[in-house]
């Protein structure tokens, strides 16, 4: 079946020190997505690539970055965490243009990181 | 700008009771309208979604109608199972090229025996 995968499940890092959250996907989606989402809120959009093009929303902090090497992979890099990035970070993927199918976001399992 | 409203949770039924979870939304253009579930310890999935207005969204027993004319998109079901708790968000994608989701608060629903 064609599917969004992240790992790992759950990822445990040191305050300031570097974590990458990976993410692929099956659905040959042009549009890939990363979220971060914390307890009992709605996911909050981090940035998302429109095929090689990055876009990041005005209130992401700098600490998080991301890079999409390929159509099936992006990582999320968070360069130095802190106790308050700890999060469930959520990748997701859409095809963009019209039509059936189009402008839906299909999302993987999600990242649960935890900060000590 | 864009936004969603939903009804404040936890909602709690008893099994076999009927649902409605009421979603409206503010949009410019012809946002497509999206329920999303969310089980413990996992990511979003899509539950059911309606592209455009009077179209009708199902899925396992759910159903939410686009209401351009009331811009609601409410979640229902008329027999809820344990099973189905978890948390709904109601969500719409605008008409940009990248199709960003804004995102209601999310209503927790808890169905007991």
């Known amino acids: 079946d064609a599917m969004v995968i992240q790992n790992p499940r759950y990822q445990v890092t040191q305050f300031g020190k570097p974590v990458t959250l990976s993410c692929s996907q099956t659905l040959n989606h042009n549009v890939m997505y990363w979220y971060q989402q914390k307890s009992s809120q709605a996911p909050k959009l981090l940035f998302h690539?429109?095929?090689?093009?990055?876009?990041n929303e005005a209130d992401t902090p700098d600490n998080f970055q991301s890079r999409r090497p390929n159509t099936s992979f992006c990582f999320l890099d968070i360069r130095s965490p802190g106790l308050g990035d700890a999060a469930m970070y959520l990748c997701?993927?859409?095809?963009?243009?019209?039509?059936?199918?189009?402008?839906?976001?299909?999302f993987g399992p999600g990242t649960r990181l935890l900060v000590l | 700008g864009d936004s969603v409203t939903q009804m404040e949770g936890p909602v709690t039924l008893s099994e076999e009771a009927f649902l409605t979870i009421n979603c409206t939304y503010t949009?410019?253009?012809?946002?497509?309208l999206f329920w999303y579930v969310q089980y413990p310890g996992e990511g979003l999935q899509l539950l059911l979604k309606a592209t455009k207005a009077d179209d009708k969204g199902s899925n396992k027993g759910f159903e939410a109608t686009y209401r351009k004319e009331t811009t609601s998109f409410h979640l229902e079901k008329g027999s809820v199972q344990v099973s189905d708790s978890a948390v709904y968000f109601c969500?719409?994608?605008?008409?940009?090229?990248?199709?960003?989701?804004?995102f209601g608060t999310g209503t927790r629903l808890q169905v007991t025996l």
């Open positions: 997701a993927t859409s095809r963009a243009g019209v039509g059936a199918g189009a402008r839906t976001q299909y």
């Open positions: 969500a719409l994608s605008d008409t940009g090229t990248a199709s960003k989701l804004t």
């Open positions: 949009a410019t253009g012809y946002p497509s």
């Open positions: 690539y429109y095929d090689k093009d990055f876009n």
